[in-house]
């Protein structure tokens, strides 16, 4: 079914980016639609953490209180829905200008004047056994985020794939910040997992990479080249993830660790979407991004933003806001241009 109604917004995504783009629109009085199935990337987690004024607040309960907030300002409607199609087209009800229709699984449609993008990354977990299992309870992508809870206890960075070497010793590091204290053998309460055997003097190593992975094992870091057989849940009683490792004989050993640190490569949701649209990406260490235009998250598409994880390198719920209201700036900064254009042609005077 065709809605009759002209958004001055679609914002497909829900999430932190979705729903603070919505409420900067609210302060300009601007209409938007928001288009969300609800599935988020941080189902699982107890707490968000980092969040000025949230901090140690389950998502759920900001994501409620974000949208009694929007809601009292009455611009604002939502769908709860999947979209499969989104294209550029004029609109003749709006001066002929080009917007954006939008179309859904359960056969529903849209316009917008503008749209945003927020439909954020999914991560892609490597073939370990029990990694999916574990995360994201156990296994933990952002130091920000989690583990000063479990600070006190031993810790893992998994190294998956070892040539990304600047990220683990950048976890590993700061896992010492958060605790300075040693094991008995004086060793560092800090262990990178490579799940397999690796050679610093390799050629995809650069040598700021084997510098900072030999500065942390000065620091008392440990390096465990054995292959990584499982990751098992301590059970819901107790904190952690048990490592079954196994060494070039076959001799398997258990280890224990308060938490695994590690950063799995992402992909970005609604890539059929983004290649209709003709929407630029590009390349980041952890996997594609939308290409975003500086200071407004505009994109390659007049008309079309990106905000949330989909367009940032360092994925937070805080950055995801930051992006999301930077992106109402440049809505209304593009729609007010428009309308000022209008105006100036209906008096004769463009």
């Not at 109604?5 to 980016?17: A, E, H, R, S, V």
């Not at 107790?238 to 004989?249: H, I, K, P, S, T």
Request: aromatic residues 6%; charged residues 20%; contains cysteine.
């Amino acid at each position: 079914m065709a809605s009759k109604t002209l958004f001055d917004t679609i914002i497909i995504g829900g999430g932190p980016g979705g729903l603070s783009t919505a409420l900067g629109l609210c302060r300009q009085s601007r209409t938007c639609l928001v288009i969300s199935h609800k599935v988020f990337r941080n189902d699982g987690i107890e707490a968000s953490h980092a969040v000025l004024g949230h901090d140690h607040t389950h998502p759920q309960e900001i994501w409620a209180k974000s949208r009694q907030q929007i809601d009292r300002y009455g611009t604002t409607s939502y769908a709860e829905d999947e979209i499969v199609s989104a294209k550029q087209q004029e609109l003749p009800q709006w001066n002929g200008h080009k917007g954006f229709l939008v179309k859904s699984k359960s056969g529903n449609s849209w316009l917008g004047k503008t749209l945003v993008l927020a439909m954020g990354v999914r991560d892609i977990f490597p073939a370990i056994e029990g990694y999916k299992e574990n995360w994201p309870r156990n296994i933990y992508q952002c130091l920000f985020c989690d583990g000063w809870e479990r600070r006190n206890t031993n810790k893992a960075v998994l190294a998956v794939p070892m040539g990304d070497g600047m990220f683990p010793s950048m976890m590993a590091s700061m896992s010492l910040g958060m605790n300075k204290e040693k094991n008995d053998d004086g060793s560092a309460k800090v262990t990178i997992l490579t799940n397999g055997a690796f050679d610093l003097g390799a050629a995809n190593f650069e040598p700021s990479v084997v510098n900072r992975l030999k500065a942390v094992m000065a620091r008392g870091v440990k390096i465990d080249q054995r292959k990584i057989i499982a990751l098992e849940n301590s059970g819901e009683s107790a904190e952690g993830v048990n490592v079954r490792l196994q060494d070039e004989n076959g001799k398997e050993e258990k280890l224990h660790f308060g938490f695994i640190v590690h950063k799995p490569r992402t992909e970005l949701n609604g890539q059929d979407i983004i290649e209709e649209l003709g929407v630029e990406t590009e390349k980041t260490p952890h996997g594609d991004a939308i290409k975003v235009i500086a200071p407004f998250q505009g994109t390659n598409i007049p008309g079309l933003f990106a905000a949330g994880d989909s367009g940032v390198q360092m994925t937070h719920v805080t950055t995801a806001m930051v992006s999301g209201v930077t992106a109402a700036g440049g809505i209304v900064h593009y729609l007010n241009g428009l309308d000022d254009g209008d105006a100036l042609a209906a008096e004769g005077l463009e």
